[in-house]
């Protein structure tokens, strides 16, 4: 998630203008070669031991929920902006001292800058964090710890889900005899050609439109709904939710 945050925020370097971008870790020499790879200036900060100074800085948090106990964090910071899943606000007052405090769900496609990313800020200063998390793609605030919790289904998770449902589009196109290469090609095209259309699309309005009563596509949705599709991913989604919140013990 760290490199895919940092591949996010060089692809709007422009808008970062005001800030110097550092790292650090418990070896954060290992980023190297990944950091010679990006259009920005990244400076690699070693920690003293297991001390990270934090003075004055905006801190984005990319760890392990566990592992933020693991490093001393030393100063008081600007800001903490962290991407921990189950780590609440209290729980990282009493490990990084900050004046502000945000907590944000991001995903993967920050890589691209295409993160769906929502943002908790209880703090006065939330138009910053939501510029730098822009950086990253669309964010969204929610109003309270719950909700960002809860938005691992909508975004933190759900891109391991549309891949489950991708890898079955395409077993099915090459059971019914495509070849791995034509059903995966127009499995991606399909899910940007819906990406485009749930735009402007509900995905009722979607589904509504490619159904023709007696059809093709109806005798398909009736298996789904029959073994209960949406629920399954509803108590799916639901499990992820729970074992988010207990992440940090
Ligand atoms: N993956 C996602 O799609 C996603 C989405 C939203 C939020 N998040 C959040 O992003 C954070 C990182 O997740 P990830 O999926 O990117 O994991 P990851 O690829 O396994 O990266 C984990 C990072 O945490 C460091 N780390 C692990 N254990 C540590 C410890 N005990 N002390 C200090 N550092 C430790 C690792 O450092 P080393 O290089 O030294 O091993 C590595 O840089 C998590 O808090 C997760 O909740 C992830």
């Known amino acids: 998630m760290a490199q895919a945050l940092l591949k996010g925020l060089a692809q709007n370097a422009s808008k970062l203008e005001n800030y110097q971008l550092q790292i650090t870790g418990r070896d954060p020499q290992k980023a190297r070669p990944f950091l010679q790879s ?6 690699i900060l070693p920690p003293h031991g297991k001390k990270i100074e934090v003075q004055d800085s905006i801190v984005l948090l990319a760890i392990k929920p566990y592992g933020l106990k693991s490093l001393r964090y030393e100063g008081g ?6 991407l921990l899943a189950g780590v609440g606000v209290p729980s990282l007052q009493t490990h990084v001292q900050s004046t502000h405090y945000v907590r944000c769900m991001p995903n993967i496609a920050a890589i691209h800058a295409l993160s769906a990313t929502t943002m908790y800020a209880p ?34 998770s759900a891109l391991a889900f549309l891949g489950m449902e991708a890898q079955g589009l395409i077993s099915a196109g090459v059971c019914a005899g495509l070849s791995q290469e034509q059903a995966s090609k127009l499995v991606a095209q399909s899910f940007a050609g819906f990406a485009k259309l749930l735009e402007t699309s509900s995905p009722q309005e979607i589904i509504e439109a490619i159904t023709t009563p007696g059809g093709a596509t109806i ?9 209960a599709f949406k629920g399954i991913l509803m108590q799916a989604c639901q499990a992820t939710i729970e074992k988010g919140r207990t992440l940090s013990n």
């Open 38 to 43: 990006l259009p920005i200036e990244v400076k």
């Open 77 to 82: 910071a600007y800001m903490v902006i962290s």
């Open 123 to 156: 703090s006065a200063q939330k138009d910053e964090a939501r510029a730098i998390l822009e950086c990253l793609g669309q964010v969204v605030e929610v109003e309270s710890e719950t909700l960002l919790d809860a938005s691992l289904a909508t975004n933190g």
């Open 219 to 227: 005798a398909g949705i009736s298996v789904l709904e029959q073994k």
